[in-house]
């Protein structure tokens, strides 16, 4: 995107939706216009995260700290081989499998991800990654080991920065801010967009938590990335309202593609995708003073 677009955002507390995402709440949000979802509402990963955690408090064994481009981060299973029929319980972790750099042709079949505080399956630049027949859920905050979102603005299914890749016969639910959030690799900061994520997804949902007024969620999104075949996805419940917020009131969205190769909504729908009971179902913007 250009440095326009990342100033707007950053101004909205970077990836914020209203007052329930700002740092203490006491940060107001620019006046977007009313049309779209507000590009406040998108995943936007600017910036390092961090983990929400010391490393004093992490059980030896339990979780292996990771140096991500987000920062430091703890994950529960940092593979070398294939993941397959395996049940990942990221419980106290903030990732549930991470994949770095170094990763290539990675698989993960058949297998369970619950409970990661942040990202659900984080590849991080690693290539050729396949997801397939997994599911992931319960990804965000969690209070006394359950699941428990708020309006922090992480708790992402499949997370890919700067990554590729193949997602088939995936579900995704219970998470806090994406289903999925398949973004380019951005410079920290000036924004650029140093390598895209590249895709394929086919036959998985994402299934939001119906309308809520703390935070809007996105069910499958593309920032700044391609999806070279995108065919028999569903994105369903992801509505946000909140009456001491009009300005971001009905901004989630169901599949969200920002300055992507696909052109539109009916697209979308000609490759069997469906969306309902979303804020917008579909919301489709290649506007060049965007990207």
């Known amino acids: 995107m250009k440095t326009a677009t990342l100033a707007?955002?950053?101004?909205?507390?970077?990836i914020a939706v209203g007052l329930s995402a700002c740092?203490?709440?006491?940060?107001?949000?620019?006046?977007?216009?009313?049309?779209?979802?507000?590009?406040?509402?998108?995943?936007?990963?600017?910036?390092?995260?961090?983990?929400?955690?010391?490393?004093?408090t992490v059980a030896i064994g339990h979780c292996t700290q990771v140096a991500t481009s987000?920062?430091?981060?703890?994950?529960?299973?940092?593979?070398?081989?294939?993941?397959?029929?395996?049940?990942?319980?990221?419980?106290?972790?903030?990732?549930?499998?991470y994949l770095g750099?170094?990763?290539?042709?990675?698989?993960?079949?058949?297998?369970?991800?619950?409970d990661a505080d942040q990202y659900g399956i984080f590849a991080d630049q690693a290539q050729n990654v396949t997801i397939d027949h997994t599911t992931v859920s319960k990804i965000g905050n969690h209070t006394n080991g359950a699941f428990a979102p708020n309006g922090v603005q992480t708790g992402v299914g499949?997370?890919?920065?700067?990554?590729?890749?193949?997602?088939d016969h995936t579900d995704i639910s219970l998470?806090?801010?994406?289903?999925t959030a398949f973004n380019c690799l951005f410079d920290d900061v000036t924004g650029a967009?140093?390598?895209?994520?590249?895709?394929?997804?086919?036959?998985?949902?994402?299934?939001?938590?119906?309308q809520v007024g703390f935070i809007a969620q996105n069910g499958i999104q593309y920032l700044d990335s391609t999806a070279p075949q995108f065919e028999h996805n569903s994105a369903t419940n992801n509505s946000y309202y909140n009456p001491a917020d009009t300005l971001y009131n009905g901004s989630a969205t169901g599949f969200l593609f920002l300055c992507t190769n696909v052109a539109s909504e009916s697209q979308l729908r000609a490759q069997h995708n469906a969306a309902e009971n979303n804020d917008f179902n579909y919301y489709v913007d290649n506007n060049p003073a965007d990207c």
Do not use: E
């Open 8 to 14: 707007r955002l950053l101004a909205a507390g970077a």
């Open 101 to 114: 750099p170094s990763s290539h042709g990675q698989r993960i079949d058949h297998t369970s991800v619950t």
């Open 158 to 167: 499949l997370y890919f920065r700067g990554a590729t890749g193949t997602v």
């Open 23 to 56: 740092s203490g709440g006491a940060a107001q949000p620019p006046q977007l216009p009313q049309s779209g979802p507000h590009k406040s509402s998108v995943f936007r990963d600017v910036g390092t995260s961090g983990s929400s955690r010391s490393v004093s």
């Open 175 to 179: 998470y806090q801010k994406n289903g």
């Open 193 to 210: 967009c140093l390598k895209p994520s590249s895709v394929s997804m086919m036959h998985s949902t994402a299934v939001g938590l119906g």
């Open 70 to 97: 987000k920062g430091i981060l703890y994950a529960k299973l940092v593979p070398t081989a294939a993941v397959d029929h395996a049940n990942v319980d990221a419980s106290h972790c903030d990732i549930g499998i």
